[in-house]
């Protein structure tokens, strides 16, 4: 595909659709960019634009985020029709999905409605849609060009790009629209009457605080007329225009099993237990040792070479290239393989139309502790990343609501922890480390659903918010979106790698080998930079099991990035990959050791509940205020902190005793909490009267 210049644009066109229809996959086809495509609000929080070229035309293809109608429900929604009504001279593709045309044709009359110039593309996604249309047909009713596609395959293409340079004029009116707005007997609007009047008729408050209308002289049922006129004029559409298989959409036999409410939440347990199975034991840790030795034979032994033949073994450049460079960057390599397929496995349930339905499950529980189904999203996403997870937090209607769902998203592990997960968890537990793995996973989500509990009773109650959830139909992911996402994915952490993690990897290199005077220990002997400064820290995580300064040092590089903290204790025990960073975290002589599997627990507690890293704190400084991330930090730190000593504690006490001794301690006391808890609430209930009928 030939580049197109920025600069040379002439003109934009317009990518508007509900969401789940393909439109970011058809943005990708026609631009060759590779945006997240995925089944959930929040995917496109922004409209966003790339050149491309139409039979050497250059236009630019504007992707908004997806809407249902042009009445906005959420801050996405409001974005894209803000976009929309800024824009309404440029041309518009507004992308329908072929198996569910009835619901997508109420945005197209919308769109018709406010006099847009529309092409509209009936997407064809799967090999059997559940619909057929005339478009021929269609487009004689409409009045606007109506195409047919296949966004994957590219089926339709050159069409669509014919019809974009044709000049199309201002669409004609639906037949209903007249006729509604003489209900707006009263309102008076020179441009674009029966649009404004059907969305006063419809009351939106946008637009009637914006046309300084209100609702007075309008009929108790006008929003009811307008639906009935709408979908009566799709109905119609049907009866001459859609051929249904008498399928329902994303309707499946698999949900009786998938979205039962007592099988739900164990088979996605076990799914997940599988997954971690695959990246971090099996095929992972075999793809990640073949990496790691191939790395340290080829690399590794080159930079040793050159670097001894350039500087001397005794040089303090030879160490910053060896440990910090080569030595940092392999260990970090290393995990490559785990990272990309846990990012594959996460991609493919996503596609497969799985997670909405966890999503779906999960609403009930969610909503009881004042968090909605979009929450469930941005938290869902932070798993891969919270810095890019915070930012879907932004489509919450309500304000508290977002602040609250940004919050607490670090507390979801991201892929950033996974390293730290897999080095230390399996140098002291094993094959048991994928529970331990899972465990923390669930700790993270319970931690988070704990606060937002407390929140919500004390400083952060939020109101009721609007959440509409659609069911994808369960599909298998194309062998080159398979692809797609492992190239992105490796990519992407390949590029972090290549900058911030071989920066931050010099940096504490350099604080670990030289002195206050600037002296390189090797040479002059003495106590580092970094080693003053963990020694200050290293008594305040004594009481949680790690109290060296190494420890202690590694948690304050983590907070530039989580990844840091391994490739800084492999630098700080002098070694080069991930099993001699195992075998060394045992051993009293190195700089990060512990003393029990207690303390090396107690160290993922810590490192998966404090502060997230520094972009993720400057995203959530930018969405939700400093004063909210300030807080949001301490309260993290301190929420980190006690619940370590807690675990740590409970670990000792297992070690000493046994795991059914203090679990049963443990089950006593929780049977006694919950009686107190009783009692209270019986003391506190009023009692009814007895005998006497009618009394308030």
């Known amino acids: 595909m030939k580049k197109v210049c920025e600069k040379e644009i002439l003109k934009e066109v317009l990518l508007v659709g509900n969401p789940n229809t393909g439109k970011t996959t058809l943005f990708n086809l026609l631009t060759g960019a590779n945006e997240h495509v995925g089944n959930w609000h929040g995917v496109t929080v922004e409209e966003k634009g ?21 009445s906005a429900l959420s801050y996405e929604e409001q974005v894209a029709i803000d976009y929309l009504r800024a824009h309404d001279k440029s041309k518009v593709i507004n992308i329908c999905d ?53 966004a994957k395959t590219g089926q339709g293409i050159e069409r669509l790009k014919s019809s974009l340079l044709q000049p199309h004029g201002e669409p004609p009116l639906p037949k209903y629209a007249k006729s509604l707005a003489k209900l707006c007997q009263n309102f008076a609007c020179q441009s674009r009457r029966e649009f404004f009047a059907i969305k006063l008729l419809e009351k939106d408050e946008k637009i009637a605080a914006e046309k300084n209308f209100d609702f007075a002289g309008l009929p108790s049922d006008s929003i009811s007329l307008v639906a009935k006129e709408r979908y009566d004029f799709i109905a119609s559409i049907k009866a001459s225009c859609i051929k249904s298989s008498g399928k329902v959409y994303g309707k499946s036999k698999l949900d009786k099993v998938f979205l039962n409410r007592f099988l739900a939440f164990p088979i996605f347990l076990l799914i997940l237990c599988g997954v971690f199975y695959l990246t971090f034991f099996s095929l992972g840790k075999w793809l990640s040792e073949l990496l790691s030795s191939l790395v340290d034979s080829t690399l590794g032994s080159f930079a040793k070479l050159a670097a001894g033949s350039l500087f001397g073994e005794q040089s303090w ?19 490559l393989p785990q990272v990309g397929l846990l990012f594959l496995f996460l991609s493919l349930l996503e596609d497969s139309g799985y997670l909405s339905r966890v999503a779906f499950a999960s609403e009930d529980i969610f909503g009881k502790l004042g968090l909605s189904g979009k929450s469930i999203y941005t938290l869902l996403m932070g798993f891969g ?63 988070a659903l704990l606060l937002s509990y407390i929140y919500e009773k004390t400083i952060l109650k939020s109101k009721e918010q609007s959440f509409i959830l659609e069911f994808p139909p369960y599909r298998w992911s194309g062998i080159k979106r398979v692809f797609s996402v492992l190239w992105e994915n490796i990519k992407t952490f390949l590029i972090r790698v290549g900058s911030l993690l071989i920066a931050m990897n010099v940096i504490v290199w350099l604080l670990g080998n030289f002195s206050f005077s600037f002296g390189y220990l090797p040479q002059t002997g003495g106590e580092s930079m970094l080693e003053s400064l963990g020694k200050i820290l290293a008594p305040v995580f004594a009481p949680l099991g790690f109290g060296s300064w190494g420890a202690a040092s590694a948690l304050v590089a983590g907070f530039i990035a989580k990844e840091v903290i391994i490739s800084s204790i492999s630098m700080f025990n002098l070694v080069s990959n991930s099993g001699d960073i195992a075998s060394s975290l045992s051993d009293p002589q190195s700089m990060v050791f512990f003393a029990s599997p ?35 930090v301490v309260v993290q730190l301190c929420l980190a902190y006690l619940t370590t000593l807690f675990v740590y504690n409970l670990a000792l006490a297992v070690e000493k005793f046994g795991f059914w001794p203090v679990a049963g301690v443990i089950a006593v006391f929780v049977v006694i909490l919950i009686s107190i808890f009783k009692i209270i609430g019986a003391i506190k209930k009023p009692r009814a009267c007895r005998g006497c009928k009618g009394c308030k």
């Open 98 to 150: 072929a198996s569910n045309i009835e619901r997508n044709l109420s945005l197209t009359l919308g769109l018709l409605e406010y006099g847009l110039d529309v092409v509209l593309v009936i997407n064809c996604m799967g090999a059997h849609p559940l619909c057929k249309v005339d478009c021929k047909k269609l487009s004689s009713i409409l009045g606007i060009p109506v195409i047919e596609i296949n």
């Open 385 to 447: 990343c919270s810095t890019t997870a915070i930012l879907t937090a932004r489509n919450m209607d309500d304000k508290k609501a977002k602040i609250k769902t940004a919050m607490l998203t670090p507390y979801m592990s991201c892929s950033a922890k996974f390293p730290i997960y897999v080095v230390i968890g399996g140098a002291f537990f094993g094959a048991s480390n994928v529970f331990v793995i899972l465990g923390l996973y669930l700790l993270g989500l319970a931690v």
């Open 598 to 632: 207690a303390a090396a627990l107690s160290f993922l507690v810590f490192c998966l509940l404090y502060c997230p890293c520094i972009s993720s704190t400057a995203v959530l400084g930018q969405e939700i205020g400093k004063k909210w991330t300030a807080f949001a």
């Open 317 to 335: 450049l030879y160490g910053l290239v060896c440990d910090a460079l080569v030595g940092g960057t392999s260990t970090v390599l290393s995990f």
């Open 50 to 70: 790339r050149p491309f070229l139409c039979n050497d035309q250059k236009l630019k293809l504007v992707d908004l985020p997806g809407i249902y109608s042009m």
